[in-house]
DNA sequence: TGTACATCAGTGAACGCGCGTTCACTGATGTAC
DNA sequence: TGTACATCAGTGAACGCGCGTTCACTGATGTAC
């Protein structure tokens, strides 16, 4: 069933699928303009610069980002804060590595527009998220003295580097053909201490 | 006491200048020839492509890193391996810190030539560092059943995401004005255990 | 129901820009004999 | 010591490119009366 969907829509679709298929180098508003079937200068009319109409890829991004995180919490008991969080590691990498380029463009801040409020907003939901599990986890016990937001930032770090360095390949030639799931399952082990059971993967 | 430096080194360290003084936005050859007092053809002199240049440039970088991480190393107990690997965190995000923008380019594939051999043995010997940090960590029970170069990676990942994240300023607004080396004396907990000592700012 | 007007998405030509790279050249330096 | 030649770093004009953005326009749609 197919969706009568607005322009506007149409472009930042367009955009996600360009940067996911061929990466974040040849991106630009002709580019995205080409691939919609349209004029290259009516993504204007939808978007008053680039920079803002990839802050609203960006956007999407931290909502299926979010979401992604979501699904890989649903996975493991609802009462088990320490197995949320380790399996909101995988929820982050999962996405990043489905949406290479979406992932590489949300932190490039020289292409989005990042005083875009969308952009703000939905980037600041995906780390709440992250927080609100920290927080839970704190309250079992999991490092309740430190600050939640440092404790989730470094957290996040980690799962950022990983996803970074793998989808750049910078690890890949040096820890060889090392699957990133493995890589987070680690990071998991050192942080949490965690189970088999947190380490395997959602089906 | 000046040094007479050939044009290559100079149109290196111009560049080294440039991307720490104004960041990653404006590189280019014509750039960098200018702040050399060049000619906007004259680096290709010296450089085949604009991407060597800035492979070399970052293969600088990467001997810095090293270095940086040698710096904190030494200023604890050479006997004492966990102590080693925690310092090695700071040296990190020290130069991260130290050199932004050098750090910045470094790990973008789109910029740098990465075919450069140059570069890739500079990458290599920064990476290698931290393994050897890792194998002696294992030969005194972190981890021992791990392998090392996996450890290694998600270590490195650890503190790549950290120094990135705080130099795109997308950890400050969410977390506050947390300083990059609370965030790593965390990160040591977190993977250490590790004690206030080994926390502690080399001088 | 019909007419006049406003709105606005989309078009396509044009502007101005800075880029990486090429090319023919100049002029200084080093080398062979 | 002097001459002829080769080398090569550096110059500056030029090429061709694709970019983001502007602008006057067309044509379809909606609205007021």
Redesign the interface.
């Known amino acids: 069933m197919r969706v009568a969907v607005s322009t506007r829509d149409r472009l930042v679709d367009t955009a996600r699928t360009y940067l996911d298929e061929e990466g974040?180098?040849g991106i630009g508003l002709r580019e995205i303009a080409r691939r919609a079937g349209l004029s290259h200068g009516a993504p204007l009319r939808h978007f008053s610069t680039l920079g803002r109409l990839l802050a609203a890829v960006a956007a999407e991004g931290f909502r299926d980002l979010y979401a992604s995180v979501e699904v890989a919490i649903s996975t493991v008991d609802r009462a088990d804060p320490m197995a949320r969080l380790a399996a909101a590691s995988f929820g982050y990498v999962r996405f990043a590595a489905g949406s290479p380029g979406v992932f590489g463009l949300m932190?490039r801040?020289?292409l989005c527009d990042t005083g875009d409020p969308e952009y703000?907003t939905e980037?600041?939901a995906a780390?709440?998220q992250l927080?609100e599990l920290v927080v839970d986890a704190q309250a079992v016990g999991f490092?309740p003295d430190?600050?939640s937001?440092?404790?989730?930032?470094?957290l996040?770090?980690?799962?950022?580097?990983?996803a970074?360095?793998h989808l750049?390949?910078?690890?890949a030639?040096?820890?060889?053909q090392?699957d990133l799931d493995?890589?987070v399952r680690?990071?998991n082990?050192?942080?949490f201490g965690a189970s088999p059971t947190i380490s395997k993967e959602p089906s």
């Not at 750049?168 to 690890?171: D, F, M, N, P």
């Open positions: 974040i180098d932190f801040s020289d703000a980037g600041g780390f709440g927080v490092h430190l600050v937001a440092e404790l989730a930032g470094v996040w770090s980690t799962m950022h580097g990983l970074s360095l750049h390949a910078a690890l030639p040096t820890t060889g090392t493995a890589l680690i990071a082990l050192l942080a």
